[in-house]
């Protein structure tokens, strides 16, 4: 059967958008070719936000049927953080039939070569593009982010990333050339030694990307873009709270690869049942020969320990901190962490979880300000923030599982409460749980790190929880900075300070420790968001993650080269 997309159609239409990912990754300067304002789509074939809504709506209820082989079964039971159940149901693999076919499908893509596989894949990231406003809804509705948020990290700033990582993909491939047709070697009077060679990138095996509940897309997306874009088949294992991101993001993948000529079964699906807990016996299957994975340390530790036949990408938990010194803008400092702490109610990785404050205070643009000032106004600045009740849900979302709600709960024992959390009602879902943020107040003197009990602000507190700690002067708060860092990573690190000095040794202590660092923001630009093509979100480099997304060794691992030579 011909093929309704050929690899050169795709190649001439989205080689131009490839050349382009290409060179804002190596200026790392502001691009996207994805819009994230919602009023971009309703255009040129794309969903308006009523059409989304209306999209997710019909899903709901239903069977989402993907015709994979081994279908045994269906699996579901997704509850919207907003207080409703989805009623959709996914279909349940049998491994044993699943993953054999998955294998069988991989030698023509991978003879298909880097750019046929690079333009395929910026196809599929189109196509999902086009459905923005729908995945926004079954973002929102599994991971409780407000719905701008959802539209932005889990639509436009996601498919950045998995066009970052096919970019990266395409060009490590490319690196060494096709084929050295005249490969002559001088052997003085006598004939030379001549040889014909080609080079050919070899996928590792079947890819598992095992997805997280608070971004499905954004943390799913560079692994596999980056594993498909390199030859590998990929399994996606949802998280069974936030299946239908990625569930509509296989069946795009499918239906794109089908059209173009190539076996639908490079990607596939695998839903689990309440309390299967497939991933550990996904990720030991020797099929598997790399796996992304987003979560806890506990699990992540077992898959790099146990999962020894494949490539394993993790990101697991870590403890971002904030030093603050002085500033010569208080007030934007303020509202910079006020924002930080409150954006989706923390439930983010790169959220900032300890602020570290000399307790003789700091020298500010308003003045000396003691601690307990600092934490009466930053406490203050989030409650301005969100005093209005509509635009704290637009901020807050809602809390994504009983355990971040059980974690808000429990904060107050830990120590002084500088800000208490309180429940908002959400004028259109009354089923949401709605909470602001809490800021604690501690004191470094009494729980030294080496402390036991560990004190609370040396393990992550994932939510809207943070601790104001109190530390003898900012040559401790960097000691306790790198502490933290060598022992329990950070995906993210802040600094406030006005002297070349402290700036200084905050960047070796980061340099040394490998973590990313945001220094002085008090601006639009905040110190948990980046941006694709140009930051890279970890390192790599501490306990946090073992990978960063996305630079060039997140995606060389996931392929071989391979050498054919000939006598010419």
């Known amino acids: 059967m011909t093929p309704a997309l050929t690899a050169k159609q795709l190649i001439d239409k989205h080689r131009p958008t490839l050349d382009r990912a290409l060179e804002a990754v190596r200026t790392r300067e502001y691009w996207s070719p994805h819009p994230e304002h919602p009023k971009a789509y309703g255009q040129d074939g794309s969903l ?5 809504q209306a999209a997710f709506d019909a899903l709901r209820g239903t069977r989402f049927d993907l015709d994979q082989p081994g279908t045994d079964g269906w699996a579901g039971g997704e509850v919207s953080p907003y207080g409703f159940e989805l009623g959709i149901e ?22 298909a070569g880097p750019a046929a596989r690079a333009a395929v894949c910026l196809e599929i ?30 639509g436009p700033h996601a498919q950045d990333r998995g066009l970052e990582a096919v ?51 954004w943390n799913g997306y560079p692994g596999l873009f980056a594993s498909l874009a390199t030859g590998n088949a990929v399994l996606v294992k949802p998280h069974p709270r936030a299946v239908l991101p990625l569930a509509l993001t296989v069946r795009i993948a499918r239906e794109t690869l089908a059209e173009a000529g190539f076996d639908a079964d ?6 689990e049942r309440e309390g299967e807990g497939i991933a550990k016996t996904l990720a030991v299957r020797e099929e598997i020969r790399v796996i992304d994975y987003t979560g806890s340390t506990a699990f992540g530790d077992w898959l790099e320990a146990h999962a020894r036949q494949a490539q394993v990408f993790t990101e697991k938990a870590g403890v971002n901190t904030i030093v603050i010194d002085s500033t010569d803008d208080y007030r934007g400092m303020l509202a910079n962490v006020a924002f930080s702490l409150s954006l989706y109610s923390g439930q983010m990785c790169t959220t900032p ?71 908002v009602e959400h004028p259109d879902f009354p089923g949401a749980t709605v909470r602001t943020p809490a800021l604690v107040k501690l004191d470094a003197a009494q729980a030294r790190p080496d402390a036991t009990p560990e004190p609370p602000y040396l393990n992550e507190c994932f939510g809207p929880v943070s601790f104001a700690v109190a530390v003898d002067s900012t040559a401790d708060a960097v000691d306790l900075l790198r502490h933290t860092l060598r022992t329990r990573g950070a995906m993210t690190v802040g600094a406030y300070t006005t002297d070349p000095e402290v700036e200084r040794r905050v960047e070796d202590a980061c340099l040394e420790e490998c973590a990313q660092l945001s220094l002085n923001l008090t ?41 054919v030579r000939r006598q010419a």
């Not at 491994?95 to 893509?109: F, K, T």
């Not at 490319?174 to 990138?201: C, I, M, N, Y």
């Open 48 to 52: 308006d936000a009523a059409a989304g």
């Open 90 to 111: 996914y279909p349940h693999a049998d491994p044993d039939v699943l993953l054999p076919a998955m294998r069988a499908a991989m030698a023509a893509w991978r003879d």
């Open 125 to 154: 990231l189109a196509r999902i593009n086009a459905r923005t406003h729908e995945f926004a809804q079954a973002v929102m509705h599994t991971s409780g982010q407000a719905y701008l948020m959802a539209l932005q990290a889990g």
């Open 167 to 217: 970019a990266y993909a395409y060009a490590e491939q490319t690196r060494t050339p096709a084929a050295a047709v005249h490969w002559s070697k001088p052997q003085g009077k006598r004939d030379p030694l001549e040889l014909t060679k080609e080079f050919t990138a070899v996928p590792r095996g079947v890819a598992l990307v095992i997805g997280c509940n608070t971004f499905p897309t």
């Open 266 to 271: 490079l990607v596939a699906l695998a839903a």
């Open 353 to 423: 979880q300890n602020l570290l404050i000399p307790r003789d205070g700091i020298d500010t643009d308003a003045g000396r300000k003691t601690y307990d000032e600092v934490a009466a106004d930053l406490a203050g600045a989030v409650d301005k923030l969100l005093g209005d009740d509509a635009r704290a849900t637009a901020l807050l979302g809602a809390i994504v599982n009983a355990d971040v709600a059980a974690r808000l709960d429990t904060a107050p024992a830990l120590g002084e409460v500088a800000l208490a959390s309180r429940a």
């Open 523 to 563: 601006g639009g630009v905040y110190v948990n968001q980046t941006a694709a093509f140009s930051d890279f979100h970890g390192s790599g480099g501490n306990p946090s993650a073992n990978a960063a997304l996305c630079d060039a060794a997140f995606v060389t691992p996931r392929f071989r080269t391979i050498e």
